[in-house]
């Protein structure tokens, strides 16, 4: 199994910046990639960000692209969302979320909220 707990969501005003971060544990030598997704009400869950676990390779959505960075650690033990120039339709809870090599369902963690504010 693999866990998932992502933290460093909050209230942010339009233009501001957040970096959160998902700390990974279990059996991580099994993840294939990590990505972020988020959910705004009333709204389905959509991709922002994903990067391959043995390449470092990185994909985003457009609504990220140019704003928003994905990294992790190099000992595999974390990955990272630094959101710049947040604006408030990127309002959502952020979900982290593992894919792992032999698994037919994704892991995902609880998530956490990010307000920006006009």
């Known amino acids: 199994q693999v866990q998932l707990v992502e933290s460093g969501g909050g209230l942010v005003q339009d233009g501001g910046s957040l970096r959160l971060s998902c700390a990974v544990a279990?059996?991580?030598?099994?993840?294939?990639?990590m990505a972020w997704s988020r959910q705004a009400p009333g709204k389905e869950r959509e991709f922002v960000a994903g990067?391959?676990?043995?390449?470092?390779?990185?994909t985003y959505a457009d609504s990220a692209k140019g704003r928003f960075t994905i990294s992790r650690d190099s000992a595999g033990n974390a990955v990272y969302l630094q959101m710049n120039n947040l604006k408030p339709e990127d309002t959502a809870v952020y979900y982290c979320?593992?894919?792992?090599?032999?698994?037919?369902?994704?892991?995902w963690g609880q998530g956490t909220q990010v307000t920006v504010s006009s």
């Open positions: 990067i391959s676990w043995s390449t470092d390779v990185t």
């Open positions: 279990g059996r991580t030598f099994r993840i294939l990639s």
């Open positions: 979320k593992a894919t792992i090599m032999g698994r037919t369902t994704d892991y």
